[in-house]
């Protein structure tokens, strides 16, 4: 069992900035693949960005390519979202999850655990 729980979220404009934490318990933090999603009202759950448990690969989706960064600290068992540039459309419930394949995945499927949300909302 892990337990996930994300932090940071919060309201900002357009062009602003939000660094998300997301703290882990549990089963060993360190040799899990970690990703973000996230969730807009009304619509389903979508890839945002994954990172290697080494820290030494990541992968994101292409509407944030250039514009978050993610990012790992296994000694104090965090991953990180650096948000940049936000848009509007950015605005969501922020989920990290974690995954015990090894391999990168965008699919929530391939998920074994889940914090519980953070919203993001971004004004125009």
């Known amino acids: 069992q892990v337990q996930l729980v994300e932090s940071g979220g919060g309201l900002v404009q357009a062009g602003g900035s939000l660094r998300l934490s997301c703290a882990a318990s549990?089963?060993?933090?360190?040799?899990?693949?970690m990703g973000w999603f996230r969730q807009a009202a009304g619509k389903g759950r979508e890839f945002v960005a994954w990172?290697?448990?080494?820290?030494?690969?990541?992968y994101y989706a292409d509407s944030v390519k250039g514009r978050f960064t993610i990012s790992r600290d296994n000694a104090k068992n965090t991953v990180y979202l650096q948000m940049n540039s936000l848009k509007p459309e950015d605005t969501a419930v922020y989920y990290c999850a974690a995954n015990f394949r090894g391999l990168v995945s965008t699919s929530p499927a391939n998920y074994d655990y889940w914090g519980q949300g953070t919203q993001v909302t971004v004004s125009s």
């Open positions: 990172i290697r448990w080494s820290g030494t690969s990541t």
């Open positions: 549990g089963r060993t933090f360190s040799s899990a693949g």
